[in-house]
């Protein structure tokens, strides 16, 4: 009923997960792809198998293997209620060769820092 009706997690959780109070029009971005109930099943399938695929996400971590050294960039939200900063630590000490940008910011930092996180992605990228 919450995510069919009321379209639960555009409206009531994501607002929560900024650092500051999003404007409604970032909002409107989030909000509008899903108008009707029917256009609703994909949120509803998502919040289940972040429930219900714990499995199928460790065999993902555990096949990590051939690509855990290469050149990675986590730009992280260090105030995210959603992902808080120790599954920073765990994909840190996964990708050992991984640079992190920690920002003042939620679960979408390149909606309350677009600047620079552009930047910090650009700058990486120029680097060895």
Same mark, same amino acid.
Request: net charge positive; charged share 25%.
């Given at each position: 009923?919450?995510y069919?009706?009321?379209?639960?997690?555009?409206?009531?959780?994501?607002?929560?997960?900024?650092? @500051?109070?999003?404007?409604?029009?970032?909002?409107?971005?989030?909000?509008?792809?899903?108008?009707?109930?029917?256009?609703?099943?994909?949120?509803?399938?998502?919040?289940?198998?972040?429930?219900n695929?714990?499995?199928w996400?460790? @065999?993902?971590?555990?096949?990590?293997?051939?690509?855990e050294n290469?050149?990675?960039l986590f730009?992280?939200?260090?105030?995210?209620?959603?992902?808080?900063?120790?599954y920073?630590?765990?994909?840190e000490a996964?990708?050992?060769?991984?640079?992190?940008?920690?920002?003042?910011?939620?679960?979408f930092?390149?909606?309350?820092?677009?600047? @620079?996180?552009s930047?910090?992605i650009? @700058?990486?990228a120029?680097?060895k």
């Amino acid at each position: 009923f919450l995510y069919r009706k009321l379209n639960f997690s555009a409206r009531f959780i994501l607002p929560g997960s900024f650092k @500051q109070k999003p404007s409604k029009k970032i909002l409107r971005h989030y909000t509008r792809p899903f108008p009707t109930s029917k256009e609703r099943e994909g949120t509803i399938a998502f919040a289940r198998s972040l429930l219900n695929d714990q499995g199928w996400f460790q @065999q993902l971590w555990d096949k990590k293997k051939p690509i855990e050294n290469k050149k990675t960039l986590f730009i992280w939200g260090i105030r995210d209620t959603i992902l808080p900063s120790k599954y920073l630590r765990t994909f840190e000490a996964g990708f050992p060769n991984s640079s992190t940008i920690e920002l003042e910011a939620g679960h979408f930092p390149h909606e309350e820092n677009s600047e @620079q996180v552009s930047n910090s992605i650009l @700058q990486w990228a120029q680097t060895k």
